[in-house]
């Protein structure tokens, strides 16, 4: 699957397509948490990953999720990469930082009109 970075928003139909399109219910995301823009789709993380580094964003504000579109809305998005794993911000690799959870379920919420 190709990545794609959204700025705006997606419908949940279209990430429903991306997750049928790689993983069969999920799809692997990357949010840029200063930007607050998205990088859906790829085999790995650091895939996605690295097509945002490539439009000028930090390494340092990018985390690694899942995301399964047809579960509840406090099961959706899985907080855990490889790429998360950085000694200086975070030692494993599920987010440790729950503030940091809820600024990224945040903005994937807004990005994704769940509700229309």
Request: aromatic share 4%.
């Amino acid at each position: 699957m190709s990545i794609k970075v959204i700025k705006d928003q997606i419908s949940p139909g279209e990430l429903q397509a991306a997750a049928k399109e790689s993983f069969g219910d999920m799809v692997k995301a990357v949010v840029d948490v200063e930007k607050e823009i998205l990088a859906v789709g790829g085999g790995m993380h650091a895939d996605a990953e690295q097509k945002l580094l490539g439009q000028g964003s930090r390494q340092e504000s990018l985390w690694g999720i899942n995301i399964y579109p047809d579960l509840p809305p406090d099961r959706r998005i899985q907080f855990e990469s490889l790429i998360n794993i950085r000694p200086r911000q975070n030692r494993s690799m599920e987010i440790d930082d729950a503030e940091l959870r809820s600024k990224i379920a945040g903005i994937v919420n807004k990005i994704i009109q769940w509700n229309g």
